[in-house]
């Protein structure tokens, strides 16, 4: 079984100013990491992902995540926001065996403050 | 690459109802997916086909609830009889079968409101 922990629902923040989005996994096999974005009435939009290799990951937007094995944790951040990235973001984890099930997280509401 | 396309968009019916709705994948993707999401919760899968065949279901989807991809191209997705709980997001996804797992691609889903 695997599983994913968002721990903040929404997150304000001014624009210009730092963002880290934090998720939590846990999973009895190898796991794949993904972060998804989400705008409203949209599906879903592929930020980022981790297969292996480097820890760091670097997606679309300007947003980085770095795997935490030791802390089954991938933390998004960004170093400075824009307006545009207001958004509901989706940390996902996905199975390395069978189909490759993709489990989500609850989501985390970035809001942006100009 | 055309993407995820769904259709309709938005579907309002009365309770008890019989509502289809179609995905169709991205065309060298033989992977698709059928999630759920509702208001302040991540998508939950529902089911998933690799070309043709229908090789996992979630609980989630009832006996009321079926799923075809007759000819590993485009997928429908019925709801039988709907209920008030079955108004939601449905999601659909695919990917590509490849040695390197592949992330999935989202279409922009259809909203399903129940009267």
């Known amino acids: 079984a695997q599983s994913v922990t968002q721990l903040d629902s929404q997150v304000p923040v001014f624009e210009e100013a730092p963002v880290e989005l934090r998720c939590n996994y846990s999973?009895?096999?190898?796991?794949?990491l993904f972060w998804y974005v989400q705008y409203p009435n949209q599906g879903l939009q592929l930020l980022l992902k981790?297969?292996?290799?480097?820890?760091l990951v670097k997606g679309i937007n300007g947003f980085e995540a770095e795997f935490n094995k030791s802390q089954t944790s991938f933390h998004l951040r960004k170093p400075s926001v824009h307006i545009s990235d207001t958004a509901e973001y989706f940390c996902a984890v996905m199975n390395s065996g069978g189909y490759q099930k993709v489990t989500f997280g609850i989501g985390t509401k970035l809001q942006v403050i100009p | 690459d055309t993407g995820v396309s769904q259709d309709p968009r938005h579907k309002i019916t009365k309770r008890g109802q019989n509502v289809t709705f179609r995905c169709d994948p991205i065309?060298?993707?033989?992977?698709l997916y059928w999630y759920r999401q509702t208001l302040g919760q991540g998508p939950e899968f529902l089911t998933y086909f690799q070309n043709e065949a229908q090789l996992e279901k979630s609980r989630l989807l009832s006996d009321r609830f079926s799923a075809e991809r007759p000819k590993g191209s485009f997928s429908t997705l019925e709801i039988q009889r709907t209920e008030q709980g079955d108004s939601a997001m449905y999601l659909c996804?695919?990917?590509?079968?490849?040695?390197?797992?592949?992330?999935?691609?989202f279409g922009d889903g259809t909203r399903l409101s129940i009267l």
């Open positions: 996804a695919s990917s590509p079968r490849d040695r390197v797992p592949q992330p999935q691609h």
């Open positions: 999973s009895s096999v190898s796991v794949y």
């Open positions: 065309s060298e993707h033989n992977r």
């Open positions: 981790y297969l292996s290799g480097s820890t």
